[in-house]
C-alpha cells in the first residue's frame, strides 16, 4: 500500500508570515501586524499602538506580495499539486467592517490563484490564519461580539463567491483550538481586554488578561462562524471542500501510573479533540460539559439555535498540524520541553530539534489512525509539519539541510504506514516549503523552506530566493509519489 494517485503534494504558508507589504494597495492593520518579533528565550511583544523603531516582522516578511510568481514558479518545479496559502482578511476587508471589499486586495489572490492554475497547482486557502482585522479587535472584542460571526460570513462569502471558479479547498479557521489555551486570545480570536488596549507599555501575549468565560464564548462564535460559512459555502459551489484545522498536539502518559492517564485523557480531550468533535460531529462532546461547570463557565450562550447551525455546518474534511508529540505528568518534578504553542513532560525516547520541540515520526502514523477512528467519515489532510532549524550557505551557494531532509523522511514514511492501516489521508502540505517568519518566535532564523530566502532577523537581506538541497530531494519525492525517499 502506498500514496493513492492524485495524492495532494504540497506546501503551507500563512500571508501574515510571507506577505509583507502590511500596509500597501488598502490593507488594514491585523493582530499580527501587532506583535514584535522575537526569539526562543525571549517572547514577542504586544502593544495596542505600533511602535516607531519596532521591528514587526509581518510588515515585511519575505515580501511574497510582491515575489508571489517566482515563488510559485519554484513551487511548481518541485511539482507542488497543492499550495496552502492564507488570505489576509485585512485586504479584502481592511476593518473587517468595510461596507464594500477592497478590489486591490481581492485582485491580489486573484492573479495568485491563475498564477497558480497556469501550472496545475490546486489552492488551499485558509480564510483566518491568526489575522484577524484589529479594528474588529478594538471595536468589537474579536469574536467576543457575536457581530464579528456575520462580518466573518460577510468575508467567507465575498471569498467563495469570487474565487468559486479557482479555489476548491477551504479551511475557515486555523489552528482553532488555540482557542482554549489562556494565551490564545489575541491571535486566534482577536479577544483582548479593555485594559490591555490601554496598555502604554509592551507586553507578551502570554501576559494579556485571560477571562475563559468570554474566551469560549468567543470560541463558541467562531464555531458558529464556521458552520455558517461551510452552509454558505455548499450553497456557492457543492464542490467546494471545507475543513477544520486543529493543532494536534498527540499526547501521551509519561507513565503508565493511572493518575497520569487520567490527566492524559482530560488534556487529550480539550486540546485535541473538542474542537474536532464539534466541527466533524456537528455537536458540543459529553465531555466538556462537566469540564466548563468545574472551570465555572456558564454555558447557555450554546442555544438552541446554535446547536441546529453546528449540527447542519459540519466539516468536509479534517486537517491538522502535526509538529511532534508531548507527554503528560502528575509529577511536577519531571523535565519539560516546549512545543508549538504548548509544550508538555519530555519524553525520554525523543530527540530534540534546535528549537526543543520533540521528533516523533511514529507519533504521526498513530495520530492519523488515532483521527481515522474518531472521525470515520472524513478525509484527513496534514496541513503543516517541518523542521523548523537553522540553515548556513555554502560559499559556493550551496545549502546543505539533511536533518531537514531525515525529519521529512521518517514523516512521509509514517504516512505510508498510515495509509497502509486504512488511514484516508488525501494530502501533505509541508509547513514553510520557502523560509518564513516563524508565527511562535516571529525569527526568520528558524526556517522550514526548501527554498532559501535571504532574509534576517535584524530586518536585512534582498529577499533573493536559493533552492536547498531538500528542494531536490522534495521534488523527487513528488515525482514518485512518495516512493522513493532517499
Ligand atoms: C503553527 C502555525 C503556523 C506556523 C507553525 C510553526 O502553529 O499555524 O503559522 O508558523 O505553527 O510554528 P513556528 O512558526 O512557531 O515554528
Redesign the pocket.
Known amino acids: 500500500m502506498s500514496f493513492p494517485k492524485g495524492f495532494l503534494w504540497g506546501g503551507a504558508v ?1 500571508a501574515n ?1 510571507s506577505e509583507g507589504a502590511y500596509n500597501v494597495d488598502g490593507k488594514g492593520l491585523s493582530t499580527a501586524d501587532m506583535i514584535t518579533g522575537g526569539t526562543v528565550d525571549r517572547p514577542r511583544m504586544f502593544s495596542p499602538n505600533l511602535i516607531e523603531g519596532a521591528y514587526y516582522p509581518s510588515h515585511q516578511a519575505i515580501d511574497m506580495y510582491h515575489h508571489y510568481k517566482e515563488d510559485i514558479a519554484l513551487f511548481a518545479e518541485m511539482g507542488f499539486k497543492i499550495l496552502r496559502i492564507s488570505i489576509n482578511w485585512t485586504r479584502i476587508f481592511p476593518n473587517g467592517d468595510d461596507p464594500e471589499p477592497n478590489e486591490k486586495g481581492l485582485q491580489f489572490y486573484d492573479d495568485l490563484f491563475d498564477e497558480c492554475k497556469k501550472y496545475g497547482i490546486e489552492p488551499l486557502v485558509t480564510l483566518c ?2 489575522e484577524i482585522p484589529w479594528n474588529i479587535v478594538t471595536k468589537y472584542k474579536g469574536f467576543y461580539s457575536r457581530k464579528t460571526i456575520d462580518l466573518f460570513l460577510k468575508y467567507a462569502k465575498t471569498c467563495f463567491n469570487r474565487y468559486k471558479g479557482k479555489v476548491k479547498y477551504w479551511l475557515t479557521f ?2 482553532i483550538n ?1 482557542g482554549t489555551m489562556p494565551d490564545g486570545g489575541l491571535n486566534g480570536m482577536g479577544l483582548v481586554q479593555e485594559e490591555d488596549l490601554k496598555r502604554s507599555e509592551p507586553c507578551s501575549t502570554e501576559e494579556l488578561k485571560d477571562v475563559p468565560q468570554e474566551r469560549y464564548e468567543a470560541l463558541h462564535n467562531q464555531f458558529v462562524a464556521s458552520a455558517l460559512a461551510v452552509k454558505e459555502a455548499h450553497k456557492i459551489n457543492s464542490e467546494f471542500m471545507v475543513g477544520c484545522m486543529i ?1 494536534h498536539i498527540t499526547w501521551y502518559p509519561l507513565t503508565p501510573n493511572p493518575k497520569d492517564m487520567l490527566a492524559f485523557q482530560q488534556k487529550d480531550r480539550l486540546f485535541n479533540d473538542f474542537c474536532g468533535d464539534v466541527m466533524v460531529r456537528g455537536s458540543y462532546p459529553n465531555y466538556i460539559y462537566p469540564y466548563f461547570k468545574e472551570q465555572g463557565i456558564d454555558t447557555s450562550f450554546i442555544t438552541e439555535e446554535d446547536k441546529e447551525i453546528l449540527l447542519s455546518g459540519t466539516v468536509d474534511m479534517y486537517t491538522f ?1 502535526y ?1 511532534m508529540t508531548n507527554c503528560v505528568s502528575t509529577d511536577p518534578d519531571v523535565e519539560q520541553v516546549g512545543g ?2 504548548i509544550g508538555g513532560a519530555k519524553n525520554p525516547y525523543l530527540e530534540l530539534s534546535d ?1 526543543g520541540w520533540q521528533i516523533d515520526p511514529d507519533g504521526l502514523r498513530y495520530t492519523l489512525n488515532l483521527l481515522h477512528d474518531r472521525y470515520p467519515e472524513v478525509p484527513l489532510m496534514v496541513v ?1 509539519n ?1 523542521f ?1 532549524g537553522i540553515d548556513e550557505i555554502d560559499e559556493d551557494g550551496s545549502i546543505h539541510d539533511p536533518y531537514r531532509i531525515d525529519y521529512l523522511r521518517e514523516h512521509i514514511q509514517a504516512m505510508k504506514g498510515a495509509i497502509k492501516d486504512g488511514a484516508p489521508l488525501i494530502g501533505y502540505t509541508s ?2 516549503p520557502i523560509d ?6 516571529g525569527q526568520m532564523h ?1 526556517r ?1 523552506g526548501y527554498i532559501y530566502v535571504d532574509r534576517h532577523d535584524n530586518g536585512t537581506g534582498d529577499f533573493t530566493r536559493s533552492r536547498k538541497d531538500s528542494f531536490y530531494w522534495y521534488k523527487k519525492v513528488i515525482e514518485t509519489n512518495g516512493e522513493t525517499l532517499d
Open positions: 500563512a508570515q490564519h491568526y486555523n489552528e488555540i493543532c498540524s509538529y508549538n504553542l528549537w503543516e517541518g523548523g509547513w514553510g518564513i517568519v516563524s508565527a511562535g518566535t528558524k522550514y
